[in-house]
Nanobody, 121 residues
Framework: QVHLVESGGGLVQAGGSLGLSCAAS??????MGWFRQAPGKEREFVAA????????YYARSVKGLFTISRDNVKNTGFLQMNSLKPEDTAVYYC????????????????WGQGTQVTVSS
């Protein structure tokens, strides 16, 4: 079992930056992923990172703008989001799974409750 709690969401102007955190408890060996869901849209993959942090995977829309990382000592994952755009507005979810980093939501067994990110134009 892995319990995940996201934090760090909020309101930011377009072009700004925001950092999200995901505090995990329970099992420690897992891949961590970030997904987001905008109103009226399906949940979409954002980024993922392996347990060792040696492997990362990004959605094309955020590559070069967002950075995923983790601190296994603190059992916490991070998503640094730069150059934010209004279309990045969504609820961001942290997820954990036992498979290699990838974009499939079904590969992640555990999910946080989500944190709202709103980017104003």
């Amino acid at each position: 079992q892995v319990h995940l709690v996201e934090s760090g969401g909020g309101l930011v102007q377009a072009g700004g930056s925001l950092g999200l955190s995901c505090a995990a408890s329970g099992r420690t060996f897992y891949t961590m992923g970030w997904f987001r869901q905008a109103p009226g849209k399906e949940r979409e993959f954002v980024a993922a990172i392996s347990w060792s942090a040696g492997s990362t995977y990004y959605a094309r829309s955020v590559k070069g703008l967002f950075t995923i990382s983790r601190d296994n000592v603190k059992n916490t994952g991070f998503l640094q989001m730069n150059s934010l755009k209004p279309e990045d507005t969504a609820v961001y979810y942290c997820a954990a799974g036992s498979k290699l980093p990838g974009p499939g939501a079904s590969d992640y067994e555990y999910w946080g409750q989500g944190t709202q990110v709103t980017v104003s134009s």
